[in-house]
Each structure stands twice: as structure tokens, then as C-alpha cells.
């Protein structure tokens, strides 16, 4: 079974920086897409940054120029880099992978358990 962990959400003041991680693991697998989403309280969740298997990416037009997503598939993590932090990025941030357990097989999509970042003003 593999698992997906995030991790480096914290308390940052407006203008600061957090760099989030997305870990899979577990066993003969191959991660292949993968989604940043957040969700705010009492909203619904929403995409914020993709990349695919071939490190392309695409971001929501309020992130773009402020967040980065980048990925090192010799340790099967994607990050978000998330620089000139808002108020309004405040959320809980999950990342939503599409999966290949074994590598040979389609592709599976499965969610993390979330890591809230909390922005100050």
C-alpha cells in the first residue's frame, strides 16, 4: 500500500515563506501526477499547482509568480515552494496523487492527509 504524507505547513506571517512536501511511499511503485490543493475553512477545495510525470506544471492564476511546484523522483516527493504569502493562502493544503502501484498498472488517484498553513497579518 502506498502512502502519501505531507508536511511543512506552519504559522507565517504575510510576505513569508513555507515549503510544503508531498512524500510517497511504500512498495513497487511510480508516482506520476501530482496535484497541490487547499482548502480554506468553510470552502470548497481547490487545485492550486499541477505537475505531471514529465515536470511540466500549470498553477491557479493567484498563485502563479508567488508559488513553485518541483519534484525529486529518486526520493518520490513533490514540493511547493510558496513565497510572498497572503492572508488569503491560508488553508489546509493536501496533495492528490495519481499513482501506479505496481508500476506496470493504471494509474490510481490518492489524497494526503493535509498540512495547515496559517498566514498572519
Known amino acids: 500500500q502506498v502512502q502519501l504524507v505531507e508536511s511543512g505547513g506552519g504559522l507565517v506571517q504575510a510576505g513569508g515563506s513555507l515549503r510544503l512536501f508531498c512524500a510517497a511511499s511504500g512498495s513497487a511503485f511510480r508516482l506520476n501526477t501530482v496535484d497541490w490543493y487547499l482548502q480554506a475553512a468553510g470552502k470548497q477545495r481547490e487545485l492550486v499547482a499541477v505537475i505531471n510525470s514529465d515536470g511540466s506544471t500549470n498553477y491557479a492564476d493567484s498563485v502563479k509568480g508567488r508559488f513553485t511546484i518541483s519534484r525529486d523522483n529518486t526520493k518520490n516527493t513533490v514540493y511547493l515552494q510558496m513565497n510572498s504569502l497572503k492572508p488569503e493562502d491560508s488553508a489546509v493544503y493536501y496533495c492528490?496523487?495519481?499513482?501506479?502501484?505496481?508500476?506496470?498498472?493504471?494509474?490510481?488517484?490518492?489524497w494526503g492527509q493535509g498540512t495547515q498553513v496559517t498566514v498572519s497579518s
Open positions: 492528490y496523487a495519481a499513482i501506479r502501484s505496481p508500476p506496470s498498472s493504471g494509474p490510481s488517484w490518492h
